[in-house]
T-cell receptor, first 111, second 115 residues
């Protein structure tokens, strides 16, 4: 069956521009997580969605970061006014239980 | 807050030798513990997990880990390394109540296997 998919796989943008990253979770998975993997910081939790509950946004590093999940399925992570320190691999994971299944990630480079 | 420490950012072993990757955690509640592997240019893949029950857990590719509460450790082992085991390994602890199982990660250990 299909796993978690993310698009684009790579994104190069200029400082100050907005970017949108997309995640398609595994069908039927009610939980969705975004993480960021960057050099020197390792993997960091960003945000969590569970069904129709209010998301856990405690990991978002600044108010330039936001995310939504429409219809309990697809999620979009938006970064406004990108900065060079936003360069990282953004990972999405979905789960229906204890195990999280990860997508291949989106590599974001901010020039 | 929970945290994870992986001792050794780089580990090098010979093919056929024992693999030991160390992970220590801090948690004020019974943790769920995970090891993930990331092969070059690939996504994260679950190796094994501990939630409840037996403290020695077996995973894919011959790996296993033992949850030791008294030592707050969850070290990953494999009796005999294979060249294909070369990868980045991440230990993680699950934090959060209810269904929220956001993962807190160690910084990772890069495993090199020498012929």
């Amino acid at each position: 069956g299909a796993g978690v998919s993310q698009s684009p796989s790579n994104k190069v943008t200029e400082k100050g521009k907005d970017v949108e990253l997309r995640c398609d979770p595994i069908s039927g998975h009610t939980a969705l997580y975004w993480y960021r993997q960057s050099l020197g910081q390792g993997l960091e939790f960003l945000i969590y969605f569970q069904g129709n509950s209010a998301p856990d946004k405690s990991g978002l590093p600044s108010d330039r970061f936001s995310a939504e999940r429409t219809g309990g399925s697809v999620s979009t992570l938006t970064i406004q006014r990108t900065q060079q320190e936003d360069s990282a691999v953004y990972l999405c994971a979905s789960s229906f239980g204890n195990e999280q299944f990860f997508g291949p990630g989106t590599r974001l480079t901010v020039l | 807050a929970q945290s994870v420490t992986q001792l050794g950012s780089h580990v090098s072993v010979s093919e056929g030798a024992l693999v030991l990757l160390r992970c220590n955690y801090s948690s004020s509640v019974p943790p769920y513990l995970f090891w993930y592997v990331q092969y070059p240019n690939q996504g994260l893949q679950l190796l094994l997990k501990y939630t409840t029950g037996a403290t020695l857990v077996k995973g894919i590719n011959g790996f296993e880990a033992e949850f030791k509460k008294s030592e707050t450790s969850f070290h990953l082992t494999k009796p005999s390394a294979h060249m294909s085991d070369a990868a980045e390994y991440f230990c993680a602890v699950s934090e959060g109540a209810g269904n929220n199982r956001k993962l807190i990660w160690g910084l990772g250990t890069s495993l090199a296997v020498n012929p």
